[in-house]
């Protein structure tokens, strides 16, 4: 089993999240349930507000990517932590707001933000958005010029930096629907565009990459490309890059195919990136700007964990074993549109070898319901607790009712205790919604 530091097996054998016993907790709560170790994610916090304060004399601002998991209680964790937020829709926004989150401190994101979202985050008077289309900035002028405002925003460019992970979540490819373009002259036209808005105060650029990326060069050429774009448009329109946003992006441990990088590794892509801002500055006699970085899976992935109960086991004579669990794609629906890989630990028997390669299957009606295949497990049993490792990013953001299943609640372990982040669902709220019309029930 791969110790993480927020893991431990205990002398029960049982796996520990935070100090919490793993078995203990679905007895408490129940399966399937999503636990999240807070210390954990308050060292990854810290690592990048720390990092850019002694390395960049903290000239900037760490944002969380809420998008990796949002909830009340995390975005309070991250204002108390002194970071950021970026947010991708209206409902990310109002959850950040509900948890008094400091709308200052807010960049909004999202390459088709509707208008509705615009007017929305601008009466909260967030601090910045990341303009992604000059229609956003039409109406983002006009209705900042109503409230008398001049708003902050960044542009997103696309540097055109490949980056080695999955095609779906790697944004900087010639093709992608986000950022404008430094190489077709659509980010120079949309610079132009911005600077002659009255109500849009354009502070730099934003760039990312992709996400679950490992290679340092990678963000490192990224950076430089966003700075010759930036000296560029400096030579041409006299514009000065006073803010520069490089994304999200980091890697985290997955299974024994991923590096597993200890916290401070995190702290050391940081400084590189930092390294290279100055670097590059250096060269082209730029003045150093604020700088800006958006992690969400690095500072939440590894710290969660999905525990399920194991149920049905069927073994198909020389072909497949599968073991299903109470979950499935409706809470961790990555392996079907990724085909990403997790670790599985029997947690009730987590200092037992695993013995056999099984696909762990959900519950779903389809067959492509699966948590993941060749999963090295001890031979599992009905009813034993099976904890699925690094949940924390994209699971419960990305979770649904499909089949009208109940999304799993979430839990906050710190020191040994739980609590409720995110409370279960009922049966009641999935019809809560639901509208019988009159004409029907005749
Ligand atoms: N900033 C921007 C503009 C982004 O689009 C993203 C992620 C981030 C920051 C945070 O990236 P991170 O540090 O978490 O890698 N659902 C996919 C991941 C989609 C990532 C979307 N954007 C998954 O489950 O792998």
Not at 27 to 32: D, M, Q, S, Y
Not at 124 to 136: A, N, P, Q, R
């Amino acid at each position: 089993m791969n110790e993480r530091e927020t893991l431990k097996v205990n002398a029960k054998g049982h796996l520990e999240i935070g100090g919490a016993d793993c078995v203990d907790l679905a007895a408490a709560f129940g399966t399937p349930l999503y636990v999240f170790d807070e210390a954990h994610i308050r060292k990854m916090m810290r690592v990048y507000r720390d990092t850019l304060q002694e390395k960049y004399g903290g000239n900037g601002l760490v944002l969380y990517a809420s998008k990796a998991f949002s909830c009340e209680a995390m975005y309070l964790i991250a204002a108390q932590e002194g970071l950021g937020a970026d947010v991708v829709s209206g409902g990310e926004l109002y959850t950040a707001m509900q948890a008094g989150f400091p709308p200052e401190k807010i960049y909004f994101h999202g390459n088709n933000k509707l208008f509705s979202e615009i007017s929305y985050a601008l009466d909260c008077k967030i601090g910045c958005f990341v303009v992604d289309s000059l229609e956003e900035a039409d109406f983002l002028d006009r209705e900042a010029e109503k409230r008398g405002l001049v708003q902050s925003v960044l542009l997103r460019i696309n540097p055109g930096v490949e980056a080695h992970t999955h095609a779906f979540v790697q944004t900087a490819t010639p093709d992608s629907k986000f950022g404008f373009s430094v190489f077709d002259g659509s980010a120079e036209n949309a610079v132009s565009h911005l600077l002659g808005k009255r109500h849009l105060s354009l502070k730099g650029f934003h760039s990312h990459i992709g996400s679950q990326i490992f290679e340092k060069n990678s963000f490192v050429l990224a950076v430089q490309k966003v700075l010759d774009f930036a000296k560029f448009i400096k030579d041409k329109y006299d514009f000065e890059l006073k803010e520069l946003n490089m994304g999200g992006g980091f890697g985290i441990w997955y299974t024994d195919d991923d590096a597993k990088i200890p916290v401070s590794g995190y702290g050391e892509y940081f400084s590189a990136l930092i390294a290279a801002v100055k670097e590059g500055c250096a060269k082209d006699s730029l003045p150093l700007p604020r700088i800006l970085i958006e992690p969400g899976r690095s500072i939440v992935g590894e710290a969660g964990i999905t525990l399920y109960t194991v149920g049905a086991i069927k073994e198909i004579k020389g072909l497949k074993k599968y073991v299903a669990v109470d979950g499935g794609m409706f809470d961790n629906p990555r392996y079907c549109l990724y085909q990403s890989k997790y670790t599985a630990v029997l947690a009730n028997r987590a200092s037992e070898k695993p013995e056999e390669l099984v696909s762990v299957a959900g519950k779903c009606c389809e067959s492509g319901d699966l948590i993941g295949v060749n999963m090295a497990l001890p031979k599992a049993k009905t009813g034993d607790i099976m904890a699925v490792l690094s949940t924390g990013a994209y699971n419960y953001s990305m979770a649904s009712n499909y089949n009208r299943n109940l999304i799993p609640p979430a839990v906050l372990v710190k020191d040994g205790t739980a609590e409720y982040i995110v409370k279960p669902q009922s049966y009641e709220d999935l019809v809560r919604n639901d509208v019988i019309p009159e004409k029907l029930r005749k």
